[in-house]
């Protein structure tokens, strides 16, 4: 797989007013194209992002991800924003154990 740097080079080369998500370059996983405009667009793995804001910030994973939700897959700034990808099965087995822990 390609390295996060030499991704969004090649997604800036495509298109300039690509957006990156600061700090989180290791969540990169390729690009996307938004709608007909056909703007490629940065792709980010959106449970490794959330993994990485825990690790940063020293955050609950509840407290990572109402700050992901609110100030990175909220912060929509146009058709050059990022998209964020969920690989079913990650967040659904985080959300069970989640619960299990709630129940005991």
């Given at each position: 797989?390609?390295?996060?740097?030499?991704?969004?080079?090649?997604?800036?080369?495509l298109?300039?007013d690509?957006?990156?998500?600061?700090?989180?370059?290791?969540?990169?996983?390729?690009a996307?194209?938004?709608?007909?405009?056909?703007?490629?667009?940065?792709?980010?793995?959106?449970d490794k992002?959330?993994?990485?804001?825990?690790e940063?910030?020293?955050?609950?994973y509840?407290?990572?991800?109402?700050h992901?939700?609110?100030?990175?897959e909220?912060?929509?700034?146009g058709?050059?924003?990022?998209?964020?990808?969920?690989?079913?099965?990650?967040?659904?087995?985080?959300?069970?154990e989640i619960?299990?822990?709630?129940q005991?």
């Open positions: 797989m390609a390295t996060p740097d030499l991704m969004m080079k090649t997604i800036a080369h298109n300039p690509a957006l990156f998500v600061d700090g989180l370059d290791d969540a990169l996983i390729g996307s194209y938004r709608g007909p405009s056909g703007q490629t667009v940065a792709c980010y793995d959106r992002c959330i993994e990485l804001i825990i940063q910030d020293d955050l609950t509840v407290e990572a991800l109402e992901f939700e609110k100030s990175v909220g912060a929509f700034v058709k050059s924003s990022p998209l964020f990808v969920t690989f079913f099965g990650s967040e659904i087995e985080i959300m069970l619960e299990e822990e709630e005991d």
